[in-house]
């Protein structure tokens, strides 16, 4: 799978929060960026819809010893 | 004399002070000759503040003379990353940003080794905002490996791998959201112990990311980390993360026997791109742990290591980017830039991806500890893949496969962290080059009873952590 982040998105969503950046950040961003969201896509796409943030915290006290 | 008390690990320096075979003085000035001697080399310290340790010192014996001890570490001198605020004095973090306000409150790290009797005596290098995996810091100048000068430290916490390992202290705090207590252990010989999340209070801690920041010690050995975990960790309302866990007495523990315990060695991911150098010093563990007692298995871990790792990259790259949003808009020309592009990259990251990262954790925890803690109590794992790298090549520009090289460091690290898990980074062996190699033995949450015996264990059966640089 592959993710493609355009320059434009990110220098519009890094604009919007104010942060000024280098002319050539958004190029090495976009490109992490992508390649990163295409790791963890399928990952992520496998959450069941119930699955909230703190079930971690319930694992980690489960899981002990 | 000097030289001898500075060779002393932190459980000997404490005993010795404890019975007045030493005083706190003594150990004091061995500890600062040591400090000047080697900070114009290895760059280790932020700052030292001698008279205020000195005036301590003598307090510290004047309370041992009227038969008061304070604790476990009563007089036994101490510096830490420059990221954990004292009241009244400013922590620069690294960074050109933080610094120059005195800080408003005291870390809760720093009140326990107060209570236990620790004198800090300064503050200790760190990459800029404990944002770089190497050592680099383009303000104050690059920390220095104390095996050679001119390879990285690891990083964040610079300062406290290459002080202890160079015997100008006896250990550190140093903190890790994404191996920054592993890797300079690791790169630079010593024993480095990751928490698990909530066992330790971050509170007064400069945060990174809330959701993967611990903190922990580095030291000569597993059995000085025991120590100093036994005095740091437990609940604490000002970090509603530090777990209310019981508090074993983890030195005591280090007595039990590792006999018929089971270390698993990891079948994929913490494979790859494993050069044979490395590889050889880890096999040489096993075979070390096996002769101990332990049963080597070989365990199939899940599919999406890799996702989980990016998972946890996902983590930090938002909460830091949420956390440096205002400096970065209003500072951003006070960043170095290689940490203001790392933190800009959090600013695209979307929302949804960053929920989803916390909404895979848990899973993925319960997928790693069937995979792994159905059939082991302790993982076996590398900590770098590849020779500790110099500063040059991990500089900007100064490689171009620098970015692979970066990688690398962080790529067997950061699980650990998204994990949630404890993992003790200890030397296994050196290179031809003399450079050390780094192992991790990684525990079930809230075992870092069993990872510190373990470790322990190895360390009575092995020399490689009493190596001490040439300097």
Known sequence: MTVKVSEAYVSEVLAIQGAAVAPEAPKAIAAALGAQLAAAAPAYAALPFEAEPPT?????AKEQP | MAADITSLTLTEVAARIRTREASASEVLDAVLARAKAVQPKLNCFLRIDEEL????????DA??????????????????????YRAGVPSSCGSRIKGREPEKTTATALKRLDAAGAIQFGVLHMAEFAYGPTGHNYHDGHCRNPWNPAHVTGGSSSGSGSSVAARAGFA???????????????????????????????????????????????ARSAQDCAALLGVLAGADPADPAAAAEPVPDYLARLQLPVKGMRVGIPMSYFTDDMDPSVGAALTESLKALESLGCEIVPVTLPAEMTAFDVAGTHVIAAEGAAYHGNWLRTRPQDYSPQVRARLERGLALPATRYIDALRLRGHALAEFSKAVFAKVDVLHAPCIPI?????????????????????????????????????????????????????????????????????????????????????
């Open chain 2, 63 to 84: 309370d041992l003379a009227r038969g008061h001890l304070r604790g476990p570490l009563h007089g036994v001198p101490l510096a830490h990353k420059d990221m954990y």
């Open chain 2, 172 to 218: 550190a705090l140093g903190s890790d959201t994404g191996g920054s207590v592993r890797l300079p252990a690791a790169i630079c010989g010593i024993t480095g112990l990751k928490v698990t999340y909530g066992r330790v209070s971050r509170a007064g801690a400069m945060p990174l990311s809330h959701s993967m920041d611990t903190v922990g010690p580095l």
């Open chain 1, 56 to 60: 971690f915290l319930a694992v980690l």
């Open chain 2, 387 to 471: 020779p500790t790298p110099t500063i040059a090549e991990t500089d900007v520009g100064g490689s171009p496969s620098m970015d692979r090289t970066l990688a690398l460091m962080t790529k067997f690290m950061r699980p650990f962290n998204y994990l949630g898990l404890p993992s003790l980074a200890l030397p296994c062996g050196f290179l031809a080059s003399g450079l050390p190699v780094g192992m991790q033995l990684v525990g079930r949450p809230f075992a870092e009873d069993a990872i510190l015996r373990l470790g322990h264990a190895f360390q009575q059966a092995t020399d490689w952590h009493k190596r001490e640089p040439r300097l």
């Open chain 2, 53 to 60: 340790a000195r005036a301590a010192a003598k307090l510290a």
